[in-house]
């Protein structure tokens, strides 16, 4: 049984940071690309960055600049930290990694943590 667990999220103020994590468990060959989703009320999930294997990141233009997308492939872990946050960031933040195993290869979502910015 395969499984995305994040941690980190929370309350913080406008110009503060958090750092999220999502580590990969369960019987698997190999993680491709992980990535950071996040969803505010009423609006669609969106792509926050993603990183390959090889460690090539990729960022949403509204967090260039603020936010670091990192991993430790040795613990098939990702990482988010967010730098100076915005009351617009406030969203649940989904992990997503896409894993192979015997008889998948498929996408992987996290149970969502929640991101709140007080302005």
């Known amino acids: 049984q395969v499984q995305l667990v994040e941690s980190g999220g929370g309350l913080v103020q406008a110009g503060g940071s958090l750092r999220l994590s999502c580590e990969a468990s369960g019987s698997f060959f190999s993680v491709r690309g992980m990535g950071w989703y996040r969803q505010a009320p009423g609006k669609q999930r969106e792509l926050v960055a993603d990183?390959?294997?090889?460690?090539?990141?990729n960022y949403a233009d509204s967090v260039k600049g603020r936010f670091t997308i990192s991993r430790e492939n040795a613990k098939n872990t990702v990482y988010l930290q967010m730098n100076s946050l915005k009351p617009e960031d406030t969203a649940v933040y989904y992990c997503?990694?896409?894993?192979?195993?015997?008889?998948?290869?498929?996408?992987?979502w996290g149970q969502g943590t929640q991101v709140t910015v007080s302005s």
């Open positions: 997503n990694a896409f894993l192979i195993g015997a008889s998948f290869a498929s996408d992987f």
């Open positions: 990183i390959t294997s090889g460690g090539d990141a």
